[in-house]
């Protein structure tokens, strides 16, 4: 557990040798982490950081280590290992959903669903959600909007961006008379669109709730119109459950189920908490698409994917899930930490919406309640006095306003007392420099005295953009109170 | 180590769960392992394989546990493991090649790798070779006609075949006056035909040696001299070294490093071997690529890319590759093997070519020497008795006539001997009845008693198409003599 560098020679030598477009969590001062266990990490000094951010962390160790000592090798071998692993995680689908590929990330499965859909019917155009992300492959940055505005990309013209069903501040909000219609018949226009211009719908995918893309989650039958007018112009629905499956969601193993059974997606993809940090993913999708894929005359061959020791990885995950019925804990502890987030949303100002199910939460950050205006800036300096305190937050969403709480499965009711009561104070002091400043975005020489990363004075310039497209928007829905209706009730478990 | 399932019901269960586009090697009576120890394979009645063809396997489990124990988590947090190891790698390369990025497969590696290319001087076009594979994600079958000519999918536009190097079957063979600067001209008439219709060349993609496509090695001087052309044309040189990197060719550590101290690519991807099945990857690229790639604004994450875990078995192999002296051994086992391999070319009329370097090794099988007929059906014939004998290699090239050899690295010579003993006793069996038969295609009935699979008959009315085709290419080089020079001699290490 001793240091091999001290903390400095890490940055100098990550430096030198690791791609400068590799990022740390809180550039200005990055944790360098020691050691881990459950919810908890400690750095090089033995400080303890409370982790909000890093999905399942469960004990697989031993089921690794039997299985390495055993044999690691291909699934061009047969194995039980794979079929085993492939018949739990299948049990726990609607049963259509029976066939599995696995891969060694959620970037893998997902250009893996893509193919898949590609195949299918022979169709070639993808429908993405806006801000959506689904991976750092090639193929993945074409239909991630949260990645391909932010770089020199262009969109490519097989893809189509959907408004994201974000009710909080998208284009149909809580006060509209069916926002799940709205926005699903956007949908159904970009296909109509299609269909002029001589193109095919290969698929339609988005997360069953978005998280880069600011924790949302779709209003109630969102999903079932989307599928049915996607189905209708022959393509498939890719449910995206990489960051949002596993159980987190509680009540449901996988997110997409929420949404009622009357939703069934075509094809799943799935990754990281699935093998608690062990690069482990897979596709599941239908007989009858896999089939189609087979019938390419295309072998799919994926050195790592499904090993035998990836798989007892993989099937120790399901066996902690269940037996530390850590469904059952996500429920009691996300409604609990729900509940203590509601009393802070009625307290401070600054928490415009919370929103979530389960342990995947998201507290939406504004400077005005009625503009809705993304307080950024405050956001980032929230981040890092979190962290000041122990605390790991991150912060996502377009604007990057949105503190996203994913925590590892394990986080208890005590974790997340600890969280909201240092939230609590770090809100109560902004608001108070914040009002004694004539609601100016906060100084760095005045609150913060972490030095806020450079890429918040980046986005700052367009917050007036922003604001008049947000105005635009509203005037178009007419103005909504404040007294909106909250997702995360409707959905809680 | 007992079974969970009969191998039957693994089957059925495999039937039923996995893709169908996943196929298991020796279709028609695939193999059970249950365990494995250095080169030896165990089925699950116990019968050893000896494996010829599932590259490094070492002892690495101490060093996955331990760091298991302790932390696993993404790179966004300092860890010393990623450091060290980037600084372990990086001394294995020339100095240019100093920054890395970690993935968790080859495929992973090298679609970073195009997105690095291309992001260098916003150049879109890739050259490729003939028959190359760079792996199983959309942007990769992109580039690899082993892949797109046997699936429906069509050559893009941007992607550009170049002739494979191959000095044996190829355009240019062992008896043309310099085959190096005719194999490179090819890519500069392709560069200047791009130019001509306004496309820019971002990459020329290579294997240092062609795996899949035949256990190919180019000709000393090609890699050089395309590499200019390439640069001349704002391109950059990827060395995939996914399958051939990790000390397998013996005296060098790298592949391409035999080609001599004056040929340095830009970005060298590795894979496979790097985490003995741990998945495990990385790009390693120039300072001056890593900055323009970081220039264009969008971060890289890979969540599993990097971890400490990874980083900690990556670690571990380089140590065994160094104490165990495994380089050291791909000199003295592969130099031996291929001395036996000559020996039996002499004396079998089936063997048409033997080429390779250390632990790197084909066989090509001919039917006939002077036109060099690829032996296909008798390649898979041989390959299914080897396996009754317990020796599991495979064929592949894109007539499937190459026996494949690139054993773990702990392969010794009473491996090499055992498998050459049997491939003689093999061979003498086959050519008898094929004289008797009039060299007619063996068939099932009279030598082989396991089923051949579909594949090879699909493949067979092809045959003479294919040599008509290299009847033409031959009449434009000249008829050569069958003394050719075995460029396995001239690179022997």
């Known amino acids: 557990m001793c240091e091999l560098y001290c903390k400095q020679d890490t940055l100098a030598l990550r430096g030198k040798h690791i791609g400068p477009s590799c990022k740390v969590f809180f550039a200005a001062d990055p944790i360098k982490i020691m050691r881990a266990q459950g919810q908890y990490m400690f750095d090089e000094k033995g400080e303890r950081y409370l982790d909000c951010i890093n999905n399942v962390a469960h004990e697989v160790v031993k089921a690794a280590t039997k299985q390495m000592e055993l044999l690691n090798t291909n699934s061009r071998f047969l194995h039980d290992n794979i079929v085993e692993y492939a018949k739990r995680l299948t049990a726990t689908l609607p049963q259509p959903l029976s066939v599995c590929y696995f891969t060694n990330s959620g970037s893998e499965a997902n250009d893996l669903a893509l193919r898949l859909a590609r195949q299918f019917r022979g169709h070639q155009d993808v429908i993405t959600l806006d801000h959506a992300y689904h991976g750092h492959l090639s193929s993945l940055i074409e239909i991630s909007p949260y990645k391909f505005r932010k770089g020199k990309d262009v969109k490519k013209e097989f893809v189509h961006v959907a408004p994201s069903p974000d009710t909080y501040r998208g284009k149909y909000r809580e006060d509209h008379e069916d926002a799940a219609t709205a926005y699903a018949d956007e949908v159904k226009k970009i296909i109509e669109d299609a269909h002029r211009s001589g193109r095919k719908i290969a698929a339609f995918i988005a997360e069953s709730m978005q998280s880069c893309g600011g924790q949302i989650i779709p209003p109630a039958g969102y999903f079932q119109k989307v599928a049915e007018h996607v189905h209708n112009a022959g393509g498939v ?78 099937l120790a995950v399901l066996d902690v899930i269940e037996n530390e019925n850590l469904q059952g804990n996500a429920v009691r502890v996300g409604n609990y930490l729900t509940e203590l987030l509601d009393e802070q949303k009625a307290k401070h100002p600054l928490i415009g919406d919370i929103r979530g199910v389960g342990l995947f939460i998201g507290i939406d950050l504004v400077k005005d309640h009625e503009k809705r205006t993304p307080a950024t800036a405050e956001a980032q300096h929230i981040i890092y006095k979190m962290k000041e305190k122990g605390v790991l937050l991150s912060a996502d969403g377009p604007h990057r306003n949105v503190l996203k709480i994913k925590p590892p499965m394990c986080f208890t009711e005590e974790d997340a007392k600890f969280m909201v009561d240092h939230l609590d104070g770090i809100l109560t002091a902004l608001e108070e420099v914040m009002g004694t400043k004539n609601d100016s975005v906060i100084s760095e020489n005045t609150v913060c005295r972490t030095k806020v990363p450079k890429e918040v004075h980046v986005e700052l310039p367009n917050h007036s953009a922003t604001e008049s497209r947000e105005n635009d928007s509203r005037k178009r829905n007419g103005v909504c109170s404040d007294q909106h209706a909250l997702l995360s009730k409707r959905l809680k478990t």
Request: hydrophobic content about 35%; aromatic content about 14%.
């Open 237 to 314: 629905f890719i449910a995206d459950e990489v960051q949002v499956g596993f159980g987190r969601v509680g009540k449901h193993f996988w997110s997409f189920q929420m949404y009622g059974e009357d939703f069934i997606p075509d094809i799943v993809t799935m990754g990281k908490p699935m093998g608690n940090g062990h690069p482990l993913s897979c596709v599941v999708t239908t007989k009858e698409i896999a089939e189609a894929f087979s019938s390419s005359g295309m072998e799919y061959f994926n050195t790592y994917g499904g090993n035998p020791v990836s798989c007892a990885v993989g």
